[in-house]
């Protein structure tokens, strides 16, 4: 099996999330797909690729071009340690309470776009088992 692996998840880390009307430590930890690599790495699946990079025409196949560049500055424009949540949800383009926006989200994000974008390519080149580790 390959593996599509990039150590750049390590700048997603959430601090809260908004939960039934409480604000919580957010659960998304990055040691979570380091933990994920070193058991697959013991059990044995060693073909671990770096992602490609790809034009943002694959992403806007996917959101328009406005909510990306919204994203892109909404995350620009998040301090060191900042998190963005709408006062109100399904407005500002944002649906998520368990998804903050920092500054790190965007390239994080996109990162992560290349990672998935990466593994579907070896699978249609022929590979038989790839996991998008994103």
Do not use: Q
């Not at 328009?64 to 892109?72: N, Q």
């Not at 620009?76 to 920092?102: L, Q, R």
């Amino acid at each position: 099996m390959k593996i599509v692996y990039t150590p750049e998840h390590r700048m997603h880390v959430p601090m809260k999330e908004l939960d039934r009307g409480r604000w919580i430590e957010n659960p998304e930890k990055p040691e979570r797909i380091e933990a994920i690599k070193d058991m697959l790495i013991l059990s044995g699946f060693e073909d671990i690729s770096p992602p490609l990079s790809f034009p943002d025409s694959y992403v806007y196949m996917i959101h328009s071009p406005e909510y990306v560049e919204w994203l892109r500055r909404k995350s620009e424009e998040m301090a060191e340690n900042e998190e963005y949540f709408p006062k109100v949800f399904g407005h500002d383009m944002c649906f998520d309470t368990g998804t903050p926006i920092s500054s790190w989200t965007f390239k994080a994000a996109r990162t992560a776009v290349d990672v998935v974008l990466t593994a579907s390519k070896y699978i249609m080149r022929g590979e038989n088992v790839v996991y998008a580790l994103c």
